[in-house]
């Protein structure tokens, strides 16, 4: 293949960067060979040291971590080093950098051998782990036992999966059974890598693809056992959304959601979408009690708008036909219910708890009447 280097190095326009040895590597070159458009730059420079690119007004980006921003695009540029696990966590490694460290040493670092290339400044491929090979089979295959030092690599193959589901990747046999030896030290991960690893799948083309792989690879187990059952296909577009979908083949309570929140320390706006979507799901229509105790659960009965981001996630919800009454039909009946207004309970002479009790009263007199003879409840 012929790379389009002049697109491939635009990033780093704007310094001298003449007689340097640069890369581009990783997802870059993997995408450039499966003739996508490269999203994520990333370049690595063999034989230089920190003062190299200080001294052309580059940043460092931490104290230790041999990564600088170019000046002008922001783009990173890492020097090529090893890396050894010293303890647990994703801190937990040692990092040498030096002028010595070759791009084949570097490369071997990295997870899988379709992210283990490189390509040069004259358009020459290097590929020192059969990454393009590999790529050709549609397979994940890891390149050498230091794969199993950061357990999110799981995760990050079942990623990969879904973001290059139009090309139906697979695991390697062997890559399969290490992840699955793997899986149980995802609970030594931060709750949050591993959700923005989630997040990540579920923004994908096809995250069904890769969350197939879920229970036979032991993550289920290993983080959430509630969610073992995943959608054939994924209807909707936004992470939130999918999530719901995904949350609810598998019918959590609302305990469970909280539980799961909790745990994985979701949103606030993430907890309400849920928490709404499984109170509609299967809402029996015809029970108008239970319909408005379940409108006051979801603060529909406050004097305050509804949240019209909530509304917003609801109605794309909609699309997956996993709800027993649409969420539309629910907009109009809340409608309804919240036309009533307290002015002629007032003049009345109600207050206090016999207020409260009319109210409710009149509510559902207004959502029973919805609900037998649609578009004839008072107020319209």
């Not at 990173?76 to 791009?103: M, N, W």
């Not at 909790?262 to 799901?281: D, P, S, W």
Request: charged share 25%.
């Amino acid at each position: 293949m012929v790379f389009d280097v002049k697109s491939l190095f635009a990033p780093l326009q704007g310094v001298n960067l003449e007689g340097l040895e640069i890369y581009v590597v990783g997802g870059a070159v993997r995408d450039s060979l499966l003739e996508l458009t490269p999203k994520d730059m990333d370049f690595v420079a063999v034989g230089a040291t920190p003062n190299t690119f200080l001294e052309l007004g580059f940043q460092q980006v931490g104290q230790d971590f041999p990564v600088f921003l170019h000046p002008k695009s922001h783009v990173e540029i890492a020097l090529a080093r090893t890396e050894r696990k010293t303890h647990q966590g994703h801190t937990g490694f040692a990092v040498y950098a030096d002028p010595s460290v070759t791009l084949e040493t570097d490369l071997l670092r990295r997870d899988f051998t379709i992210n283990a290339m490189a390509v040069s400044r004259t358009g020459e491929l290097i590929d020192p782990y059969g990454g393009e090979n590999d790529l050709k089979a549609r397979q994940l295959r890891h390149i050498s036992d230091a794969f199993t030092e950061d357990p999110l690599r799981v995760l990050r193959g079942v990623r990969l999966l879904g973001q290059l589901g139009t090309f139906e990747f697979h695991i390697a046999p062997e890559t399969e059974s290490v992840m699955q030896a793997m899986s149980p030290f995802l609970r030594e991960l931060s709750v949050e890598r591993i959700i923005v690893e989630l997040d990540k799948t579920l923004a994908s083309t096809h995250p069904e693809l890769g969350l197939q792989h879920i229970n036979h690879l032991g993550i289920t187990e290993a983080l959430a056992p509630i969610l073992s059952i995943v959608p054939d296909q994924f209807i909707c577009q936004s992470i939130e959304a999918r999530l719901a979908e995904w949350m609810v083949l598998n019918r959590p309570t609302i305990e469970c959601i909280e539980r799961y929140g909790k745990e994985f320390r979701l949103t606030n706006k993430r907890i309400a979408f849920l928490k709404a979507i499984v109170r509609l799901k299967d809402l029996p229509f015809e029970d108008a009690r239970q319909c408005l105790d379940v409108f006051g659960q979801l603060g529909w009965l406050r004097g305050n708008p509804p949240d019209q981001d909530l509304d917003r996630l609801l109605i794309e919800f909609d699309q997956s036909n996993l709800i027993r009454v649409t969420i539309r039909r629910w907009f109009e009946i809340r409608e309804r219910v919240r036309q009533i207004s307290m002015d002629k309970l007032n003049e009345q002479g109600l207050s206090g708890k016999a207020l409260g009790d009319a109210i409710y009263t009149e509510r559902l007199h207004v959502l029973s009447t919805e609900i037998s003879a649609p578009g004839t409840a008072p107020g319209l």
